[in-house]
């Protein structure tokens, strides 16, 4: 068991599927059934047409996450996982801050907070402001610390986004998938090449 | 002329437009569909009408309860190889199909299940009998989807069929709305469904794992095959036979695999798991070699995972990908059908024979038969055991027959004792465990093997959970032949509160009705047995009745199924008693 918990980290999953009702569903009970939460999620269209992409990012063994992956691609409309750690993806989040103006225009060097948080303002207005920063969660993190002295009102993060960095893209794999009979460049290989390395005889 | 050339395309146009129940009931024949298990309601009304004017075409068996309408589904689909189709209306007729997705599911049983939903604008307003069926069905279901245009219907049936039937088999529920139901549309030719570009039925054979399972297997001293139902699923009997006899390896089955291979076959060493046969469990962790085909590693077959045949190379054999690895880490992963992959492995292996280890199975078997069998099957005093009527049983049918057991103790007895000469004959609840599974599955098992001799063998508990399918036999005809082993309790969790409890018999003390008089209200014949010298008797007068028959028989209260794997013990820990 405590060996288990050192063997955790964070994983991000990235999950290629159909755009269709109740599959956001079919995915989450796939952690919900093992009582696991989802640390982040973020679903939105990928850059083929009728295609989405989810990344979730769930902090598991190595281990319990290759059986969940296979899992999720087990699903009729799941046309590929991946997972990776956070070493092999580029990621970021996302963030939202609104302040009041008065405040933060008399009392902060809004110039110089700006740039040393990588933030900018996305909207002014005589009542509030809001600051845009885009990082990892100690980034944006770091950011509510600053403003809170100046009346931070609301604040908002989105989920986790991230680029695989070894990946060559899925439109060629897409049109491997839509070939009635598949080649053998198709997906599930791919473990089984990878899987050599790991296993020997 | 004119008005000719107007009116015949106008007229083509009009035969085409259907309605939507109307485009299920032809797609269903279409895709080979004959016999149906439904119950009727409000939501589905528009599709049992359609079926109304198809009534000659296709067998709709009403049932007594949705429960027993999937269950009857699965036990024709597990008979005859073929799709079962269920029919179900919204809400509850929805929610009594649950415990039988879930079943069909973790026994892989193809099943396309329609269930009528509320109109399509009447959808998350809590309307009368409207429950989530899609949110629901989810998790028990292979596939689900929710039809709201009739235009939908054609290939949402389709890819229905597909996905059910093929790749790992499975459940499958389609939602059709009220209005879907009832809207005319121009319907097209049925056409079947080959590919879905999300979905990889059959993951492509690798020849090189191929030939290094062949040379893990031709280097093996103490080689041991383990068969699941994945041989049954895929057709694949005649090449599994074709790799043992080649290969001359001892194999032992999990209760889903029960059958692939006649019982009696030289190879065929027995049972895996809690209440397998001995030899296969202890020596499981003890032979160099472990092949695993079609089967999933249940935790009822490997016992406790960290002492389970750690000392042999693994190769499993199966079509599911997420299989691989779940439970027991495989040194060689033979993804694919088995009916693709074991050819290719038997061309590959040699031919050889294991006599000094096929005699440690044989050895084991001994010891069993001395110290279990014998009495069980064939005791001279004493009440009668569940064994023994298996046995008799077995005599007069010469193992002809399906048999269907329910869960528990009668499950345990019928599956380690009954006598298989062909496969698709043990139709039993492998993965859930659902009690009451035997007698609607029964039902359905005679609609799809209409020429085999099917046996329904329950205990007095399950049997109460679905006794109203009796209905469902008085009024279709069905000719099932029930056997209620009773014990007066609820035998395995009496057995277990016995051995890991202490004896604190915690309601398992259940009481029966009078089984003969129920059967003689739905106007079937039966008659109860409590002394050995009518039993035998009592089965040959069950067997040669014209029509279904409902045979008691007492047996000794508080017996246990032995051997056993105690829960948490490694399956070398094996107790005979």
């Known amino acids: ?201 | 002329m004119l008005t000719q050339e107007k009116q015949a395309p106008e007229l083509l146009e009009e035969k085409k437009t259907i309605s939507g129940g109307e485009a299920l009931i032809r797609g269903l024949l279409k895709e080979g569909v004959d016999t149906i298990f439904g119950y009727p309601g409000g939501a589905i009304m528009p599709i049992y009408d359609s079926l109304y004017d198809y009534r000659d075409q296709v067998n709709h068996v009403l049932v007594r309860h949705e429960q027993g309408g999937i269950h009857a589904g699965q036990g024709y689909a597990r008979a005859s190889g073929k799709v079962g189709v269920v029919f179900a209306t919204s809400g509850p007729g929805a929610t009594n199909l649950i415990t039988g997705l879930a079943d069909a599911l973790i026994d892989s049983t193809p099943l396309v299940c329609i269930t009528g939903q509320v109109f399509a604008h009447l959808l998350g307003t809590d309307a009368f009998q409207e429950a989530d069926v899609i949110s629901i069905s989810a998790p028990v279901t292979k596939w689900n989807y929710q039809v709201t245009d009739a235009s939908e219907i054609p290939e949402a049936l389709a890819k229905a069929f597909y996905i059910a039937k093929s790749g790992r088999p499975g459940p499958v529920l389609l939602d059709i709305t009220k209005n879907a139901q009832l809207q005319q549309f121009t319907c097209g030719e049925h056409t079947p469904c080959y590919h879905v570009r999300s979905y990889r039925p059959k993951p492509i054979v690798r020849k090189e794992y191929i030939q290094q399972a062949a040379e893990l297997i031709n280097q093996a001293k103490k080689p041991f095959i383990l068969w699941g139902q994945g041989i049954v699923l895929g057709s694949a009997e005649q090449e599994f036979k074709a790799f043992i006899e080649k290969s001359g390896i001892p194999a032992a089955w999990t209760i889903m695999g029960a059958g692939a291979i006649p019982s009696d076959h030289p190879l065929n060493v027995g049972m895996l798991g809690m209440h397998g046969n001995y030899g296969p469990n202890v020596l499981t962790n003890e032979c160099d070699v472990l092949i695993a085909i079609g089967m999933r590693f249940d935790d009822r077959v490997t016992g406790r995972l960290d002492k389970y045949a750690k000392q042999a190379k693994v190769i499993h054999l199966d079509i599911d990908p997420s299989e691989i690895d779940k439970n027991v880490k495989a040194t060689v992963p033979v993804w694919g059908d088995c009916k693709e992959t074991l050819p290719l492995l038997t061309e590959l292996v040699e031919a050889k024979n294991h006599p000094e280890w096929l005699q440690k199975f044989n050895d084991y078997a001994a010891e069993e038969v001395a110290q279990v069998i014998q009495d069980e099957l064939h005791p001279t005093s004493g009440e009668m055991t569940m064994g023994e009527v298996m046995q008799q049983l077995n005599e007069l049918t010469n193992g002809d027959a399906i048999i269907v057991s329910d869960v528990g103790q009668n499950q345990m007895v019928a599956c380690r004792y009954a006598k298989l000469n062909h496969t698709r004959s043990n139709i039993t609840s492998g993965g859930l465990g659902t009690m009451g599974f035997a007698l609607p599955a029964a039902i359905g098992a005679k609609f799809g093997a209409p020429d085999r001799t099917v046996v329904a063998f329950a205990g007095d508990g399950g049997i109460q959970m679905t006794i109203q399918e009796l209905g469902t036999i008085m009024q279709s005809g069905v000719d099932v032949k029930i056997i209620i082993v009773n014990n007066q309790f609820l035998g395995m969790v009496r057995q277990w509160q016995q051995l890991f409890h202490e004896r604190r018999y915690s309601f398992v003390d259940i009481i029966s009705p009078d089984y003969i008089k129920v059967a003689e209200g739905y106007g079937i014949a039966g008659k109860k047995v409590s002394e050995r010298e009518n039993l035998r008797s009592a089965l040959q007068e069950m067997l040669a009745h014209k029509g279904s028959y409902l045979l008691e028989v007492m047996v000794t209260k508080e017996n246990n199924v032995f051997p056993m794997v105690p829960q948490g013990c490694s399956v070398s820990e094996i107790r005979l008693k």
Request: net charge negative; no cysteine.
């Open chain 1, 1 to 201: 068991m405590n060996q288990n918990h050192i063997d955790r980290q964070e994983f991000n999953i990235t999950v290629y599927t159909e755009h269709h009702v109740g599959l956001l569903n079919r995915i989450a009970t796939i952690f919900s059934r093992r009582k696991m939460n989802i640390e982040s999620l973020n679903t939105s269209p990928s850059e083929i047409e009728g295609i989405h992409r989810f990344n979730i990012v769930i902090n598991e063994t190595e281990d319990v996450i290759r059986k969940l992956t296979r899992q999720i691609e087990k699903q009729v409309e799941v046309l590929k996982v991946y997972y990776h750690t956070n070493e092999d993806v580029i990621w970021q989040e996302m963030a939202l801050y609104k302040v009041p103006t008065d405040v933060i225009a008399e009392k902060a060097l809004v110039e110089r907070l700006l740039r040393e948080n990588g933030a900018r303002a996305v909207v002014i207005r005589k009542d509030y402001t809001v600051f845009e920063t885009t990082g990892h969660r100690e980034e944006t993190d770091n950011l509510i610390k600053v403003l809170q002295p100046y009346g931070l009102i609301e604040f908002v993060r989105s989920a986790r986004i991230a680029i695989i960095k070894g990946s060559e893209g899925f439109n060629r794999k897409l049109r491997e998938f839509e070939r009635a009979e598949p080649g053998s460049e198709t997906l599930e290989n791919e473990y089984l090449n990878s899987r050599e390395k790991i296993f020997s005889m």
